[in-house]
C-alpha cells in the first residue's frame, strides 16, 4: 500500500504510538486456473483431522477483494477435532501472503482485514493472563491491512490496556477505533485506542477512507468509553472525514457489529446513513463480526455488508468491480483480471450503479485454502512465515502444556444439535459436572442449587481425549461461584423457572440487542434471521461427487450459493438462558433450606428473584475467589468413571 498524508488522515486525539509498514508483497508466479484437487492435504498441527472434499467453484476476483476474518477468540491453532476447520494460522498466513502476491500479478487489490475479538475461547489465548499474551505474538504475523476492535477486548482493564499498549502500538493506523477511547494512566484524558480513521491509497490507486465501529457495547470496563454511533457521526472529527478535500474512491467500514440491520443490535445503517448524506453514490463496504453467523447484506446499489463466522472456520472472500477513470483513481486491470472468472451480480435488481460483487464464505481447512491458491499440484504453497507460525503455535502449546490428557469424552455433546434435556446434549453434562464438582466440603451435605447460564459455554465436546485445551474451548471464562445460605425451598426451587421466564438482564441482553447473552459471552446464533451453522434451511444443491458431511448451509441476500464448500445442514435447537445442578436433596427431592449457588454476574438477577427480604450482604464466595468456571469440568472429568473408562488409549472412533 502507498501511505498519503494530508487532511484525511486520523486526527491526533489521542496519544498514539505507530508501528512501521506492512512488508512489501514480493511479486511471484502462480497458476489462476481451475484446479482440480487429487490428493491429501498435509496436516499443519499434530492431531489436526484433513478435510474429506472441498471446494469445486474457483473465486471470482475483482479490481478491490477481501480477505476477512472475524471473532477469531484465539483459534489458531485450528480445530484439531473437526476436520472441516483442521488448518491453522500458520496455513491462513501463507494463504493470505500467496493471495496477496496473485492480486499483485493480476493488477488488482487486496485488502486483509480484522474484525476484533481476539480471545476467550481457546487454550492459547487464554490460558496466559491476560488473556492474549502468547496467542498475540502469533496473530500479528498476518499480514492486515485494517482490523478494528472487538467487545471481548475491552471487558477488562488489563487486557483493554494490552489492546493499547500491545495490539494498537503494533498496528499503527491501521487498527481502528473510532468510537472507543481509554483512559490515559498518566494524563487521566480520555484517548482513543486507535486510530478514529485511515486515509490511503492501494497499490492500484484506489482512495480508501476507512472506519472501525464498534457497536453500542456498554459492558465495557470503566477504564473504556463506546461511544454510540448516533453520537459519533455527529462529532467533528467524523464530518470532517466525510467532508475531506481528498477524493474518496471507496469507504471501507469495518467493526464488531453485525452484518446487517434490523433487530441484530447493528450499527452500521447509522454510518451508512451519514455516509449516504454526504456521498450519495461513492460505494461503501462493511465488513462485521459479533455475532458468529455468515452472512452477507445489501445495503443499497453500490453499498454491502459481510460477516464471516467465528473461532477459525470460516474465511470470508469479498470481490467487487466497476471502477474506471471517471469514479476513481484505480491504475489497475479494467474491467477485471483475466484468466479467473469477475463478479457479475449487482447489488440491487434494479441497479443503475457501475459496481458488480461477488461473496463466498470458505471453510478454513488445508484443502480449501490449497484449491484456491491454485497448488494442488505445487508443493509450495506454504511459505517461511506460515511454516514459522505453525512451528510457533506448536512451540507454545508444547510449553503450555496444552495437549495434557485428563479423561476419555464417551460421546459427542453439542450445545444446540441435540433437544436441550437430551443425552446428546451438553448441558444435562454440565449440570451434572456443576453438582459433582462444585462442593464447599464444609457445607457438602447442605442441598444446592447451582446455576449458571447457557452462553458461557462456548463450544461442544468431541468424543475422544478431553484435554487442558478442552476446558477453555468448552468454559473459557472466570466466573467465581457465590451463593446466598440456606434458602427456603419453595423460593430456592423456583429460581430456575424464573430466570428463564425474565430471560437474560439488560447488562447481558444490551436493551434490544439479542445477541450479547451474557457479561463475557457472545449469542446465541438462533436471535438471527439468516441461517449458520446448525439452522434448518433447504440444503443446497450443487454437483458434488462425494457424500456431503455437516457443516455451515447459509442463505443471505445473494442467495444460497455462498458456502464455498457443501454441507448438509446441522438441526439446531433453542436452548434456555439459564441451567442448573442440584446435589445433596433428598430421594424426593425436597428439603427445609437450600444454599443456592450462582456465578457473580448473575447476582443482581439472584438477589431481584429473591425479593427485598436479601441484599449484597447475604452473599459470600461458595468455595473461593479463585475457584472459577474454568475449573470444574476438569475435576468432574479426572473423578468420573465413565470419563477416565477410555484412557490411556483414547480415541475418537
Not at 487486496?110 to 475461547?121: A, R
Request: proline fraction near 5%.
Amino acid at each position: 500500500m502507498m501511505w498519503l498524508s494530508g487532511s484525511c488522515l486520523s486526527l491526533p486525539l489521542g496519544v498514539f504510538v505507530l508501528a512501521t509498514g506492512s512488508l512489501a508483497c514480493s511479486d511471484c508466479t502462480g497458476s489462476t486456473g481451475h484446479v482440480e484437487h487429487v490428493r491429501h492435504v498435509k496436516r499443519m498441527q499434530p492431531g489436526a483431522i484433513n478435510a474429506t472434499y472441498g471446494p469445486t467453484r474457483v473465486l471470482e476476483w475483482g479490481q478491490l477483494n477481501f480477505l476477512h476474518t472475524t471473532d477469531t477468540h484465539g483459534w489458531l491453532e485450528g480445530h484439531l477435532k473437526e476436520a472441516n476447520y483442521g488448518a491453522d494460522w500458520g496455513d491462513f498466513i501463507s494463504f493470505s501472503t500467496r493471495f496477496k502476491h496473485q492480486a499483485g500479478n493480476m493488477g488488482v487489490d487486496l485488502l486483509v482485514v480484522d474484525t476484533g475479538d481476539l480471545h476467550d475461547g481457546a487454550g492459547l489465548s487464554d490460558v496466559t493472563t491476560p488473556d492474549g499474551e502468547i496467542s498475540m505474538k502469533v496473530f500479528d504475523q498476518a499480514e492486515y491491512d485494517l482490523l478494528a476492535i472487538g467487545n471481548h477486548e475491552l471487558y477488562l482493564a488489563d487486557v483493554a490496556y494490552q489492546t493499547l499498549n500491545v495490539i494498537s502500538t503494533y498496528w499503527g493506523d491501521k487498527y481502528l477505533t473510532s468510537n472507543v477511547q481509554i483512559l490515559n494512566q498518566q494524563s487521566g484524558e480520555w484517548q482513543y485506542i486507535g486510530k478514529t480513521q485511515r486515509y490511503f491509497t492501494t497499490q492500484h490507486g484506489l482512495r480508501v477512507m476507512a472506519f472501525g465501529v464498534l457497536f453500542d457495547f456498554t459492558g465495557n470496563t470503566n477504564v473504556t468509553k463506546v461511544i454510540p454511533a448516533e453520537q459519533m457521526v455527529k462529532q467533528q472529527w467524523f464530518q470532517d472525514a466525510l467532508n475531506c478535500p481528498e477524493p474518496v474512491d471507496v469507504f471501507v467500514v469495518l467493526g464488531h457489529n453485525p452484518a446487517r440491520g434490523g433487530n441484530t443490535g447493528s450499527t452500521f445503517p447509522v454510518v451508512f446513513d451519514a455516509i449516504r448524506a454526504v456521498h450519495p453514490d461513492t460505494p461503501i463496504q462493511f465488513l462485521g463480526g459479533h455475532s458468529h453467523i455468515r452472512d452477507f447484506a445489501v445495503f443499497d446499489s453500490s453499498s454491502t455488508s459481510l460477516e464471516s463466522g467465528r473461532y477459525c472456520e470460516t474465511l470470508g472472500w469479498l470481490s467487487m468491480s466497476g471502477f474506471d477513470a471517471s469514479n476513481s483513481g484505480f491504475s489497475g486491470i479494467m474491467p477485471g483480471p483475466a484468466g479467473v472468472p469477475n463478479p457479475t451480480r449487482k447489488a440491487t435488481q434494479n441497479s443503475t450503479s457501475p459496481f458488480v460483487y461477488s461473496r463466498r464464505y470458505l471453510d478454513w481447512n488445508r484443502r480449501t485454502f490449497e484449491y484456491h491458491a491454485a497448488t494442488w499440484y505445487d508443493q509450495s504453497f506454504d511459505y517461511n512465515n506460515g511454516v514459522a507460525a505453525t512451528a510457533e503455535i506448536t512451540k507454545y502449546r508444547n510449553q503450555l502444556n496444552l495437549s495434557d490428557v485428563y479423561g476419555c469424552v464417551p460421546q459427542d455433546y453439542c450445545l444446540t444439535c441435540a433437544p436441550f434435556n437430551s443425552s446428546d446434549n451438553i448441558f444435562p453434562l454440565l449440570s451434572d459436572a456443576m453438582a459433582t464438582a462444585v462442593v464447599n466440603e464444609s457445607r457438602k451435605d447442605i442441598p444446592r442449587y447451582i446455576i449458571s447460564n447457557t452462553g458461557s459455554i462456548r463450544f461442544d465436546m468431541y468424543k475422544g481425549p478431553f484435554t487442558y485445551d478442552d476446558q477453555f474451548i468448552v468454559s473459557p471464562f472466570r466466573d467465581v461461584f457465590l451463593y446466598v445460605p440456606e434458602v427456603p425451598y419453595a423460593l430456592a426451587s423456583q429460581l430456575l423457572g424464573a430466570l428463564n421466564k425474565a430471560g437474560a438482564s439488560q447488562k447481558r441482553d444490551l436493551g434490544f440487542m439479542a445477541v450479547e447473552r451474557d457479561i463475557c459471552v457472545d449469542p446465541p446464533l438462533g436471535h438471527f434471521g439468516v441461517t449458520r451453522r446448525g439452522d434448518m434451511l433447504p440444503r443446497i444443491t450443487r454437483r458434488q461427487v462425494v457424500d456431503t458431511v455437516p457443516g455451515y448451509t447459509t442463505s443471505d441476500d445473494f442467495g444460497q450459493d455462498g458456502d464455498d464448500t457443501a454441507h448438509s445442514e446441522i438441526p439446531h435447537y433453542e436452548v434456555p438462558d439459564f441451567f442448573q445442578g442440584s446435589a445433596g436433596f433428598d430421594e424426593g427431592g425436597q428439603a427445609e433450606a437450600v444454599d443456592v449457588v450462582f456465578v457473580d454476574f448473575i447476582e443482581s438477577d439472584i438477589l431481584s428473584m429473591l425479593g427485598s427480604d436479601y441484599s449484597s450482604d447475604d452473599v459470600s464466595y461458595y468455595i473461593s475467589s479463585n475457584f472459577t468456571t474454568r475449573d470444574y469440568l476438569p475435576l468432574y472429568v479426572r473423578g468420573s468413571e465413565a470419563f477416565q473408562a477410555g484412557l490411556p488409549n483414547c480415541t475418537a472412533t
